[in-house]
């Protein structure tokens, strides 16, 4: 039976997109690291391993473990007689070896690694997700799984990125068992190391036995995106009443699932460290690294407004759609006066106005612009502009919530990349607009009022472009 369960998930994962997400992931990371001077590889090399191969499990299995739940395949394991331990052992080890793969031309590239860096990816990627197993629970919803996820990260990973920033070197920061996995990242041989993440691992292995792999009978529980009053709108409702309805379930959605307080309480949170970093911890960091980090504020404030948040907010609504369309509740809203046209349309223009704010009241509360509230009000738009991109293309693009968690690995770098504009001199800089966020980086650079509105157009009509690009493939598959 082993070698059935191996063969299914891998098919599973490729299907799913899992291994091209993967794959994608390693490729641009590799560039990335190829852009970066020789020197300084080796310390970068721990960063990539911890923040993106060794979490790929906070990405897939949760994912994974909500769609085959949401149709009935968890259900089914019972009639088969698959073991719950020996499915999550195949699923962890498909895991493991994708993270190992995906380490290889990363570690390649910065000419280091060795045994150390080895058990490091593998043990750290185990407990990443065997904690994103038992945090999803039996949660119907990738919502209610994001909405949780924070409460366990946040203890989980804070101890390592202080000791790994070298922020603090107190002995509480090595309660955590992430804090051994970064050690081992690091090319740090220790015995304990391993001991500890060891542990770690097999305190999450009997929870995420039981409740990954739960086979019990359940109702379905679909998003509840569309419920209610979205299918009931009636024939002579307007647009507006249509996308009022919209707007209740949807809100309700979020709150239900506790998602909307967590971006309540995230954005400022992260407007609070950018404000730190590029305010008092210019100096900490130069008293601590000898490095002036003073020319790079502009390009981590890019990489937080004209970037982060955007794609927070886009991937969230493409979660919805996606959500929506596992449900199987498309054709209903198809049928219904408001029609999937108008769904769309009030998607994306809400996460449009709600990122604009976001990115204008973080910045009229921080650093504000340099070219005052005209600037303030070019990055918010621009930005808002930009979170279409991300929810247009894994909405269209991805078949399901699972595709649409690997897919957000693979494009996340794209989006991220032409924030590097700031370091690129002359007409090569340019190859970067493509992506909306170069141009939306530029508005938020701008020193005066006609180059940021300037730049704002330009991130708009982009946006608009790959918007408009992707609707037919979107209204298409909804």
């Known amino acids: 039976m082993a070698a059935s369960v191996v063969s299914t998930e891998l098919k599973l994962h490729r299907r799913h997109g899992v291994f091209a997400g993967t794959a994608a992931m390693a490729v641009g990371w590799s560039l990335v690291l190829l852009a970066v001077p020789s020197g300084l590889r080796p310390a970068a090399l721990p960063w990539v391993l911890f923040l993106e191969v060794t979490a790929l499990g906070f990405f897939f299995l949760p994912a994974l473990a909500v769609v085959e739940r949401a149709h009935g395949v968890t259900a089914a394991l019972r009639l088969t007689g698959l073991r719950p331990l020996l499915a999550l052992s195949v699923r962890l080890g498909i895991l493991v070896a994708g993270a190992l793969a995906a380490s290889a031309p990363l570690m390649a590239v910065s000419r280091t690694g060795g045994a150390s860096v080895i058990a490091g990816v593998a043990l750290t990627a185990l407990l990443f997700g065997l904690t994103a197993l038992v945090m999803v629970g039996r949660a119907g919803t990738l919502t209610a ?17 202080l000791h790994a920033a070298g922020v603090s070197n107190s002995v509480l920061l090595h309660l955590s068992p992430a804090t051994a996995g970064w050690r081992l990242l690091a090319g740090e041989a220790s015995a304990p190391s391993v001991g ?6 097999a305190a999450l292995w009997a929870g995420a036995t039981r409740i990954g792999f739960d086979v019990l009978p359940a109702p379905p529980a679909p998003s509840r995106g569309l419920r209610g009053p979205a299918l009931r709108l009636r024939p002579q409702g307007t647009a507006l009443r249509s996308v009022r309805s919209f707007a209740v379930v949807d809100l309700r959605t979020l709150l239900g699932d506790r998602i909307l307080l967590l971006l309540v309480g995230g954005i400022p949170l992260i407007v609070l460290v950018l404000g730190w970093v590029t305010g008092p911890g210019i100096g900490w960091i130069e008293r601590r690294y000898g490095f002036d980090f003073t020319p790079h504020v502009p390009a981590l404030q890019a990489f937080v407004l004209a ?11 493409a979660l919805l759609f996606l959500e929506d369309r596992d449900a199987g509740l498309m054709p209903a809203v198809a049928a219904t006066p408001a029609g999937v046209t108008t769904l769309v349309a009030y998607r994306l223009t809400a996460a449009a106005v709600v990122t604009a704010l976001a990115v204008g009241a973080s910045m009229a509360s921080g650093a504000g612009h340099p070219a005052g509230w005209i600037g303030v009000l070019a990055t918010a738009i621009a930005a808002g502009g930009v979170a279409t991109v991300p929810a247009a293309a894994l909405a269209a693009l991805a078949g399901d919530r699972v595709q649409g968690m690997a897919m957000m690995k693979a494009i996340s770098l794209p989006i991220y990349l032409p924030v590097a504009w700031w370091f690129v001199d002359g007409p090569a800089g340019w190859i970067l607009a493509l992506v909306p966020t170069g141009p939306a980086s530029q508005a938020l650079w701008a020193p005066d009022p006609l180059r940021a509105a300037g730049f704002a157009a330009a991130s708009g009509v982009i946006s608009a472009a790959w918007v408009a690009w992707l609707l037919p493939r979107l209204l298409r598959d909804y």
Do not use: E, K, N
């Open 307 to 317: 970037a982060h948040i955007p794609v927070i907010f886009g991937a969230l609504t």
């Open 145 to 161: 799984f994001l909405s949780r996820a924070p409460l366990v990260a946040i203890p989980l990973l804070t101890p390592a990125l």
């Open 196 to 201: 500890w993440l060891l542990v770690g691992v």
